[in-house]
């Protein structure tokens, strides 16, 4: 029977204390993505405006709702730290499978931190188009499709992260895996359904739409157990982790 390998005591400390850490920010993803889905209610973004509604149509939205959307924005400001801490967390344990060259790692960090950025940036558009419902309605739709789009075309990088985590999973050479193999093809099935988001841009109605079925509805609640998922396999792995280290 091979034996454990030894671990100096300062080192055991210290991946004990870096799993123990993995497991409060996994919980704080699933917080942060739970809360993210009341941000929405709370805004009425559940559903948007539609894409080929009126600018005037637009600006009375914002108008007639600008304390529930300044709430609803503030929070799901908030809640996208929940993105940051769940890709930190996973490449650090995705680091355990490639060792000392890790390329999907590498890949998955870049593609976690411009995601990140995609989630943040249209919350602060759709909060620019709420700070003043008097402007001109024409500039507020622009404000609004800003938003949409940019929170659902950028497809790639979502795409990229996903593939970037199942062939790491897939390569994992060791007899206990750091996470379990069919979370590879969770990936890839959460990327197939992220890519028909692309169609957005030649719709203003129907199912590829902004508000439609696939760049809205299906990535929104693919989005949601996507990280729920992956919010709880980290955990399993960082707790694994700290039971062998």
Same mark, same amino acid.
């Given at each position: 029977m091979?034996?454990?390998?030894?671990?100096?005591?300062?080192?055991?400390r210290?991946?004990s204390?870096?799993s123990r850490?993995?497991?409060?920010?996994?919980?704080?993803?699933?917080?942060?993505?739970?809360l993210?889905? %009341?941000a =929405?209610?709370?805004?009425d973004?559940?559903p948007?405006p539609?894409?080929?509604?009126?600018?005037?149509d637009i600006?009375?939205?914002?108008?007639?709702?600008?304390?529930?959307i300044r709430?609803?924005?503030?929070?799901?400001?908030?809640?996208?730290?929940g993105w #940051?801490?769940l890709?930190?967390?996973?490449?650090?344990q995705?680091?355990?499978?490639e #060792?000392v *060259?890790?390329?999907?790692?590498?890949? %998955?960090?870049?593609?976690g931190g411009a995601?990140?950025?995609f989630v943040?940036?249209?919350?602060?558009? %759709?909060?620019?188009?709420a700070? *003043?419902?008097? *402007?001109?309605?024409?500039i507020?739709?622009?404000?609004?499709?800003?938003?949409w789009?940019s929170a659902? =075309?950028?497809?790639?990088?979502?795409?990229?992260?996903?593939?970037?985590?199942?062939?790491?999973? =897939?390569?994992d050479? #060791?007899?206990?895996?750091?996470?379990?193999?069919?979370?590879?093809?969770v990936?890839?099935?959460?990327?197939?359904?992220?890519?028909?988001?692309?169609?957005l841009?030649f719709f203003?109605?129907?199912?590829?739409?902004?508000?439609?079925?696939?760049?809205?509805?299906?990535? %929104?609640?693919?989005f949601?157990?996507w990280?729920?998922?992956?919010?709880w396999?980290? *955990?399993?792995?960082?707790?694994n982790?700290m039971?062998?280290?």
């Open positions: 091979p034996r454990t390998p030894w671990v100096p005591p300062t080192q055991a210290s991946l204390l870096s850490t993995q497991v409060v920010c996994a919980w704080t993803s699933i917080v942060c993505i739970l993210s889905g %009341l =929405f209610v709370i805004a973004f559940i948007p539609k894409a080929d509604a009126s600018a005037q600006a009375d939205f914002y108008a007639n709702h600008t304390g529930r709430a609803g924005l503030l929070l799901m400001f908030i809640s996208w730290a #940051g801490t890709v930190a967390c996973i490449a650090t995705m680091q355990r499978i #060792g *060259r890790p390329i999907m790692t590498n890949i %998955l960090m870049l593609s995601a990140w950025m943040l940036l249209p919350t602060i558009v %759709l909060t620019v188009a700070y *003043r419902p008097e *402007r001109s309605p024409e507020t739709q622009t404000l609004h499709d800003l938003d789009i659902f =075309f950028p497809f790639l990088v979502f795409a990229m992260f996903a593939t970037a985590m199942a062939v790491a999973i =897939f390569q050479p #060791g007899p206990n895996p750091v996470f379990p193999r069919w979370l590879a093809y990936n890839i099935w959460a990327e197939a359904l992220f890519i028909p988001a692309a169609a841009i203003h109605s129907g199912v590829f739409s902004y508000h439609g079925m696939f760049p809205f509805w299906i990535p %929104l609640l693919v949601g157990g990280v729920l998922l992956l919010a396999a980290v *955990r399993q792995a960082a707790l982790e039971r062998t280290s």
